[in-house]
C-alpha cells in the first residue's frame, strides 16, 4: 500500500498553522521585553510562566489544523474566515494590553470580547465540521482560565 501524499494539502494545512505560530512568536516578541507576570502578585492556580508559551504553541496549531480542515473540506465560508481573523487579531492584541501598556482592566475587557469571539467560532466551526469545532474547544477553554488569571492579577495589583 503505497502512501501518496497531495502536496497541495499539505501546504494548505502548513499555511493554517503557521499563520497563528508566526503571529502569536511575533507578538511574543514584542512583549518579551515587558513580560512581569513572575512579579505581579497572582491568583491561586496561577501556572508558571513557562507553561504559557507551551500551551499558547499546542492552541496555535489546534487553531490551524481546525481552519485548514474546513479549507479542505471546502466549507469555510466568509463569516466563518470573518469570525476566525477578528478573534485571532483580537487575541493578539491582548498581550499588548496586558503585558506591555500594563492596561490590565482593558485587557480584562479585551479578553471577555475575545471568550465570545472564540465560543461563537467554536459554534460556527462545529456546525460546517464537528472535529475542526472541537479543535477549538481546548482554546476556548484556556481562555476563560485566562480570564480569570486576567481578572485575579488586575484585582491583585492595583
Known amino acids: 500500500m503505497a502512501i501518496r501524499f497531495n502536496i497541495e494539502k499539505i501546504k494548505m494545512y502548513a499555511l493554517a498553522i503557521i499563520i497563528p505560530l508566526a503571529l502569536g512568536g511575533i507578538v511574543g516578541f514584542i512583549t518579551s521585553g515587558s513580560m512581569d507576570y513572575d512579579m505581579l502578585r497572582q491568583p491561586a492556580l496561577s501556572p508558571p510562566a513557562i507553561l504559557f508559551p507551551i500551551v499558547w504553541t499546542i492552541l496555535y496549531i489546534l487553531m490551524g489544523v481546525s481552519f485548514g480542515l474546513l479549507m479542505d473540506k471546502g466549507v469555510l465560508d466568509d463569516n466563518a474566515k470573518w469570525i476566525y481573523y477578528i478573534q ?52 476556548l477553554a484556556w481562555l476563560l482560565f485566562a480570564t480569570y488569571l486576567n481578572l485575579g492579577v488586575y484585582l491583585l495589583n492595583r
Open 88 to 139: 485571532l487579531f483580537v487575541n493578539l492584541v491582548w498581550p499588548i494590553l496586558f503585558f506591555t501598556l500594563k492596561w490590565r482592566l482593558l485587557a480584562f475587557i479585551w479578553i471577555i470580547v475575545l471568550d465570545f469571539l472564540v465560543l461563537t467560532m467554536v459554534v460556527k466551526f462545529y456546525g460546517k465540521d464537528k472535529i475542526a469545532g472541537l479543535l477549538q474547544v481546548p482554546y
